[in-house]
Structures are given as structure tokens and as C-alpha cells.
């Protein structure tokens, strides 16, 4: 299973960005997919969760700011970032549950996309 992040780029304060991860591979479902965030120096942290069902949880800085969303169909998890400020700047991150034939239920990762926010 491989899971492809784009969308990220340099943006001004006060805009906006949608990041999209899409998992490919033998999938045969996916239970929670995340967005998880790293700004130098830090800890990665995680930013948005989405469970199978349309549960949907994110963390208090970006809350009212941020929307996750998925697409069962594409096997595609997509996060919508409004009115962006400096301290979102970050390398993000995306997480799934994933099921697959040969290995059952594992988690995995993909690559980073580079957030920047700035005048």
C-alpha cells in the first residue's frame, strides 16, 4: 500500500489550500484516515481524523479553519485549510487503516507536502 500526498505550496496568510493523499495497492477498505502536521523543530501532531461512518475529529488550532473530507470511491482523503496563518506552516503528513488481503489491518504513512504560509 502506498499513499501519494500533494497539493501543498506557499501561500499567503489568509488563504487557502486543499491537500489530497490517495492510497493505492490491494485495498479492500480503509478504516481511519488522518492528516498529521510537523513544523521544524516539533513534534508531529496530528491535525484531522476521518473514520469510515463520516466520524470526524481535528485538533483545537484548526478547528473551524480546517475540513477534512474523503472519497471511499478513489480511496482518497482530502483536507481543506481556510484562512491559513504562519504557524500552520508545516510539513503535513496523511495516515490510514488500511486493510489489505495479505496483511490484514495495518497503518501506514505517506510522503510529507510542504505547507508554507507567508507574506
Known amino acids: 500500500v502506498q499513499l501519494q500526498a500533494s497539493g501543498g505550496g506557499l501561500v499567503q496568510p489568509g488563504g487557502s489550500l486543499r491537500l489530497s493523499c490517495a492510497a493505492s495497492?490491494?485495498?479492500?477498505?480503509?478504516?481511519?484516515m488522518r492528516w498529521y502536521r510537523q513544523a521544524p523543530g516539533n513534534q508531529r501532531r496530528l491535525v484531522a481524523d476521518s473514520r469510515s461512518g463520516g466520524l470526524t475529529n481535528y485538533a483545537d488550532p484548526v478547528k473551524g479553519r480546517f475540513a477534512i473530507s474523503r472519497d471511499d470511491a478513489k480511496n482518497t482523503v482530502y483536507l481543506q485549510m481556510n484562512s491559513l496563518k504562519p504557524e500552520d506552516t508545516a510539513v503535513y503528513y496523511c495516515?490510514?487503516?488500511?486493510?489489505?488481503?495479505?496483511?490484514?489491518?495495518?497503518?501506514?504513512w505517506g510522503q510529507g507536502t510542504e505547507v508554507t504560509v507567508s507574506s
Open positions: 495497492g490491494s485495498i479492500l477498505g480503509i478504516n481511519h
Open positions: 495516515n490510514a487503516d488500511v486493510a489489505t488481503a495479505g496483511l490484514g489491518l495495518r497503518n501506514y
